[in-house]
T-cell receptor, first 114, second 118 residues
Framework: GAGVSQTPSNKVTEKGKYVELRCDPI?????LYWYRQSLGQGPEFLIY????????DSGLPNDRFFAVRPEGSVSTLKIQRTERGDSAVYLC????????????FGEGSRLTVL | AQKITQTQPGMFVQEKEAVTLDCTYDTSDQSYGLFWYKQPSSGEMIFLIY??????QNATEGRYSLNFQKARKSANLVISASQLGDSAMYFC???????????????FGKGTLLTVNP
C-alpha cells in the first residue's frame, strides 16, 4: 500500500517484557514521527526523525523508550521493562518537505501491558 | 510552547445539518499552522484541513471549512451537511513557527467526539 504501515496492529504483553513496534513510512518521506495516544486523549509527541537521526526525542517519557531509524526509512520503537502505564496506541506518521507540514498517519499499534 | 484547547468532549448533530467544533490555541510564534484531523473508530488519523497563520482567507475543503479568528486565537471546524460517516473523534492540532525549533511537530488537543444522528 501507499500509506504508513505499522506492525503489529495489536500487541499484548506482560509487565516487565520488551516490545518492538515497527513503522514503515510512505516512500520518499524523510521525516518520521512517533506519537502515543492514551484512551480519551489526543496524540502526544514522542520522537521525530529527519533521515536517520533523531532530531528531537524530547517526548520520550523515560529511558525505557528508544527508537531507531537506521536506514532513513523503517523505524522501530523499542520499549524495555514494560509497565501497565505504557498501555496505549502508538501512532507513527511521516511527511515530505515542509509545505504545510501535514502528517500522514498509520493506523497505530495498540499495546496492552497486563 | 503551543497549547490546543478543545472544550467540547462530545457533540451531537442531525444528519444533513451543519455543526461547529471549537478549537482555541495558544502560541508565542508569529508563524504557525493549524490542522484538523478526523479519527474514526478504526484509529487512523485522517487529515481534513489546514490553515496558515498568514492566510487571509478561511480554508475550505469540500464540506469542511475552518473559521479562523486570529485575534481570538480560535480555529473552529465547520462541517456542513453532516453525514452518518462523519461520526468520529475530531482533533485540532498546531504546528509552531521557527522559534525554538517547534516548526516540525504537531501539538494536538484532546478531541471532540461527534455523533451524527439519522
Amino acid at each position: 500500500g501507499a500509506g504508513v504501515s505499522q506492525t503489529p496492529s495489536n500487541k499484548v504483553t506482560e509487565k516487565g517484557k520488551y516490545v518492538e513496534l515497527r513503522c514503515d513510512p510512505i516512500s520518499g518521506h524523510t521525516a518520521l514521527y512517533w506519537y502515543r495516544q492514551s484512551l480519551g486523549q489526543g496524540p502526544e509527541f514522542l520522537i521525530y526523525f529527519q533521515g536517520t537521526g533523531a532530531a528531537d526525542d524530547s517526548g520520550l517519557p523515560n529511558d525505557r523508550f528508544f527508537a531507531v531509524r537506521p536506514e532513513g526509512s523503517v523505524s522501530t520503537l523499542k520499549i524495555q521493562r514494560t509497565e501497565r502505564g505504557d498501555s496505549a496506541v502508538y501512532l507513527c506518521a511521516s511527511r515530505t518537505g515542509m509545505n504545510t507540514g501535514e502528517l500522514f498517519f498509520g493506523e497505530g499499534s495498540r499495546l496492552t501491558v497486563l | 510552547a503551543q497549547k490546543i484547547t478543545q472544550t467540547q468532549p462530545g457533540m451531537f448533530v442531525q444528519e444533513k445539518e451543519a455543526v461547529t467544533l471549537d478549537c482555541t490555541y495558544d502560541t508565542s510564534d508569529q508563524s504557525y499552522g493549524l490542522f484538523w484531523y478526523k479519527q474514526p473508530s478504526s484509529g487512523e488519523m485522517i487529515f481534513l484541513i489546514y490553515q496558515g497563520s498568514y492566510d487571509e482567507q478561511n480554508a475550505t475543503e469540500g464540506r469542511y471549512s475552518l473559521n479562523f479568528q486570529k485575534a481570538r486565537k480560535s480555529a473552529n471546524l465547520v462541517i456542513s451537511a453532516s453525514q452518518l460517516g462523519d461520526s468520529a473523534m475530531y482533533f485540532c492540532a498546531m504546528r509552531g513557527g521557527n522559534s525554538g525549533g517547534s516548526n516540525y511537530k504537531l501539538t494536538f488537543g484532546k478531541g471532540t467526539l461527534l455523533t451524527v444522528n439519522p
